[in-house]
C-alpha cells in the first residue's frame, strides 16, 4: 500500500513534477545505499525480533501521523519526503532482521526452500491484496486518508511477532568486535563467493529495472493515459497474482528441474516483462490487459526466483554472518531500486514517460545476457551448507566452488 499510496499522495495533493515524484522513491529506498551494511553490523550483534517490533512501530506511527497532518493543513511536500526517507531507515531496520532471523525459527538448512516458498507466498498475497485495496481508498478517501489502513497493517504485523514463541539465542560476544572489520567481512563473504557475487549483481539491475519501470509507468498512467486511481491499484493488484502463483509453484517447479535453470527462466520473464508495456497499443482496454500481462509476467518470475535466491542465500552463509550477508544484499538491491526511482524521475522528465519506459525496457532485456553466463544458471541444487565456524574467517576467492555444483 505504501509504495502505491505516497506517490499518490504526492501527485494529487502536491502536484508533485515527474522529479519530485524520482526524489520520494528515491528516498524510500535510500536508506539502503547509506545505512544497510552498518545496520547490518549491527544486527549480526543483537537479537533480532526486538529489532522488528520497534521497526515496525516507528513505520505504524509515521504512517498514521500523514492522514493526521493532511486533516490539520499541517502536511506538505518536504515533510512528505522526510516521512518517506524516515520510512525507509525503519524499513531497513526490519528487512536486515527478518531474513536473519528465519533461520532461528527453521532450524534445518533442508526446510529453507520450504520456508521461503511460504514466506513468498505471503509477501505475494499482500502484494495482490495491497496495491488493490489501495487504488480504491485513494479513489474514496483521497491518498493521504488511504495510509491509515496501511499503519493498522503495521500493528497486525506488530502483534503476529509478539506472538511468536521461539526463543532467540543471544549472539555469542567475540574478543574484540570493530564495525568496519565486520563490514569488510561481510562484504569479502559475498562478493569472494562467485553464487552470492551473481546474484547480488544481478539482483542490483533487476531491482533497477523493477522500480524504474514501476514509477514511470505510475507516471505514463496519471499523467498521459489519464488512468483513475482505483485502475491503476488494479492492474498492479492484477498483475501481482503472478507473483502468488509463483511461489506457491516453486517448490514443485524446483523438486522438477534442475534450480539453476528455474532461475534463468525466472528471471529472464522478469527482465523481459518490461517490453509489453512499451509494445502495448490500441484501445484503452487492450492497452490494460498488456500492461496487466506485463506485470503479471514480472511479478510471476519474481515469485518463482525469490524462493531460489533466498534459499541459495541462506543455505551460503552461517548464521553468525547472516546480518552483514543480507545488508551488503539490501544495500545493492534496494540501491538499485533508489537509484532506478530517481533515474525514473529524471527520464521521464527529459524523454517523456513513455520514452522512458522504452529505455528502461531495452535496458532491462539487456541484462538478460549477464543472466545466461551466471553461474547461478549452471547450478542442480542448492549448494552444502558452510559450518559455523567458518564465520570466523572470509574465504578465498573459489574456496566453495567445489560445494557450489552439484
Known amino acids: 500500500m505504501t509504495h502505491l499510496a505516497l506517490p499518490l499522495t504526492a501527485i494529487h495533493a502536491f502536484n508533485a513534477t515527474d522529479e519530485q515524484v524520482g526524489v520520494l522513491r528515491f528516498l524510500q529506498l535510500a536508506p539502503y545505499l547509506g545505512l544497510a551494511l552498518l545496520i547490518g553490523v549491527w544486527t549480526d550483534r543483537v537479537r533480532r525480533k526486538p529489532v522488528m517490533l520497534a521497526a515496525n512501530l516507528i513505520r505504524m506511527s509515521l504512517l498514521a501521523l500523514i492522514p493526521a497532518l493532511y486533516w490539520w493543513d499541517a502536511l506538505n511536500l518536504v515533510t ?13 531496520l526490519f528487512d536486515l532482521s527478518w531474513m536473519s532471523y528465519v533461520p532461528t525459527v527453521v532450524k534445518s538448512p ?25 487504488g480504491v481508498m485513494v479513489a474514496a478517501l483521497t491518498a493521504p486518508v488511504a495510509l491509515i489502513v496501511d499503519a493498522v497493517s503495521y500493528a497486525v504485523s506488530v502483534t503476529s511477532l509478539l506472538l511468536i514463541r521461539t526463543p532467540e539465542p543471544r549472539p555469542q560476544p567475540a574478543a574484540k568486535r570493530h564495525a568496519l572489520t565486520e563490514l569488510r567481512d561481510g562484504l569479502r563473504w559475498v562478493l569472494r563467493d562467485r553464487i552470492l557475487r551473481a546474484l547480488a549483481l544481478i539482483g542490483f539491475c533487476c531491482n533497477f529495472s523493477m522500480v524504474t519501470v514501476w514509477t514511470m ?9 489519464h488512468l483513475p486511481s482505483a485502475t491503476l491499484g488494479g492492474i498492479f493488484a492484477t498483475a501481482s497474482v503472478g507473483g502468488l ?21 525466472a528471471q529472464s520473464a522478469l527482465l523481459l516483462g518490461p517490453t509489453l508495456i512499451v509494445t502495448a497499443a490500441g484501445p484503452q482496454p487492450v492497452m490494460i490487459g498488456m500492461f496487466v500481462l506485463s ?3 514480472t511479478s510471476l518470475g519474481l515469485g518463482v526466483a525469490g524462493v531460489i535466491i533466498v534459499s541459495l542465500r541462506q543455505t551460503s552463509t552461517p548464521q553468525s554472518m547472516m546480518g552483514r ?28 514517460a513513455k520514452g522512458a519506459l522504452t529505455a528502461a525496457a531495452i535496458g532491462s532485456a539487456s541484462v538478460v545476457i549477464g543472466l545466461i553466463v551466471s553461474p547461478v544458471s549452471r547450478l542442480h541444487a542448492l549448494p552444502t551448507a558452510p559450518k559455523e565456524t567458518a564465520a570466523a ?8 566452488s567445489s560445494s557450489a555444483h552439484r
Open 325 to 352: 550477508m543480507t545488508a551488503v544484499f539490501r544495500t545493492l538491491l534496494f540501491g538499485g531500486g533508489a537509484l532506478g526511482g530517481l533515474s525514473a524521475g529524471l527520464l521521464a522528465g527529459q524523454l517523456g
Open 393 to 400: 574467517h572470509v574465504p578465498h576467492a573459489g574456496q566453495r
Open 245 to 265: 502463483i509463483g511461489a506457491v509453484i516453486s517448490r514443485r517447479v524446483i523438486k522438477r528441474f534442475p534450480l539453476g535453470r528455474v532461475y534463468l527462466v
Open 295 to 297: 506485470f503479471f509476467t
Open 80 to 92: 512528505l519526503l522526510i516521512i518517506a526517507c524516515v520510512v525507509g531507515v525503519a524499513s531497513v
Open 110 to 134: 533442508a526446510h529453507y526452500v520450504e520456508a521461503s516458498a511460504k514466506m513468498g507466498i505471503s509477501t505475494s498475497a499482500a502484494e495482490v491484496a495491497g496495491p488493490g485495496a489501495a
Open 217 to 225: 509507468f505510475l507516471l505514463y498512467g496519471t499523467q498521459d493515459l
